[in-house]
């Protein structure tokens, strides 16, 4: 797919992938240089763009925008970086077959400790190691790349607009994700008692 993420999708239709379809239909595919149909996520480098700069680059569904790229360390853009969140989850199938794994990422803006959390998630998918060994077969083919390296990303604007108004007043001027808030509320059970029989 080219520059132009634009799909002509029926009216009705929208393009809405759970985890599994990203990981068995889109990027297993990807990875075995297998045909996609329809070809709809394109290849972008993602790491040179902003996260608010994706639209028109790649696929976008909602306030979601989907692509392919290859996996790496460097997750530097013009404007800041992605950062992991410290959480991975296994991609099961229908089968209960783990075929993947999705990492979370944060984007901040601007450097080091100086940097800004922002609202704006990246989940990256990539093959299970099991999975990476069926692309050997393409590198057989004659193909110099290797393919297991592809990751499909999905990067969206979380908005936590309705938890920021809670009624309290002590507002230091910092604000909190979404996650930062669910870290804290999880802390406060600690101080709760439970009564029990």
Same mark, same amino acid.
């Given at each position: 797919?080219?520059? @132009?993420?634009?799909? =002509?999708? $029926? $009216?009705?239709?929208?393009?809405?992938?759970?985890?599994?379809?990203? *990981?068995?239909?889109?990027? #297993?595919?990807?990875?075995?240089?297998? $045909?996609?149909?329809?070809? *709809?996520?394109?290849?972008?480098?993602?790491?040179?763009?902003?996260?608010?700069?994706?639209?028109?680059?790649?696929?976008?569904?909602? =306030?979601?925008?989907?692509?392919?790229?290859?996996?790496? #360390? @460097?997750?530097?853009?013009?404007?800041?970086?992605?950062?992991?969140?410290?959480?991975?989850?296994?991609?099961? =199938?229908?089968?209960?077959?783990?075929?993947?794994? /999705?990492?979370?990422?944060?984007?901040?803006?601007?450097?080091?400790?100086?940097?800004?959390?922002? @609202?704006?998630?990246?989940?990256?998918?990539?093959?299970?190691?099991? +999975?990476?060994?069926?692309? /050997?077969?393409?590198?057989?083919?004659?193909?110099?790349? &290797?393919?297991? /390296?592809?990751? *499909?990303?999905?990067?969206?604007?979380? @908005?936590?607009?309705?938890?920021? &108004? +809670?009624?309290?007043?002590?507002?230091?001027?910092? #604000?909190?994700?979404?996650?930062?808030?669910?870290?804290?509320?999880?802390?406060?059970?600690?101080?709760?008692?439970?009564?029990? =029989?």
């Amino acid at each position: 797919m080219g520059e @132009n993420s634009s799909v =002509n999708l $029926p $009216p009705g239709f929208r393009f809405c992938p759970t985890d599994e379809e990203l *990981v068995v239909h889109f990027l #297993q595919r990807k990875a075995a240089l297998l $045909p996609c149909h329809p070809d *709809v996520i394109p290849d972008l480098e993602l790491y040179p763009h902003d996260p608010w700069e994706l639209d028109g680059k790649a696929l976008g569904g909602g =306030n979601q925008w989907y692509f392919y790229s290859r996996r790496t #360390q @460097n997750r530097i853009t013009g404007n800041g970086y992605w950062k992991p969140m410290g959480i991975e989850e296994d991609v099961i =199938n229908s089968r209960s077959k783990k075929v993947g794994m /999705k990492k979370y990422l944060v984007f901040y803006i601007g450097e080091g400790t100086a940097a800004i959390k922002t @609202n704006w998630i990246m989940q990256e998918y990539r093959l299970s190691k099991s +999975d990476s060994s069926s692309t /050997k077969s393409s590198k057989r083919r004659g193909h110099s790349k &290797d393919y297991s /390296k592809w990751v *499909v990303c999905r990067v969206y604007e979380r @908005n936590c607009s309705e938890d920021e &108004d +809670d009624g309290d007043d002590d507002d230091d001027g910092t #604000q909190l994700s979404c996650l930062d808030e669910v870290f804290l509320s999880l802390d406060d059970m600690d101080e709760i008692s439970l009564p029990f =029989n």
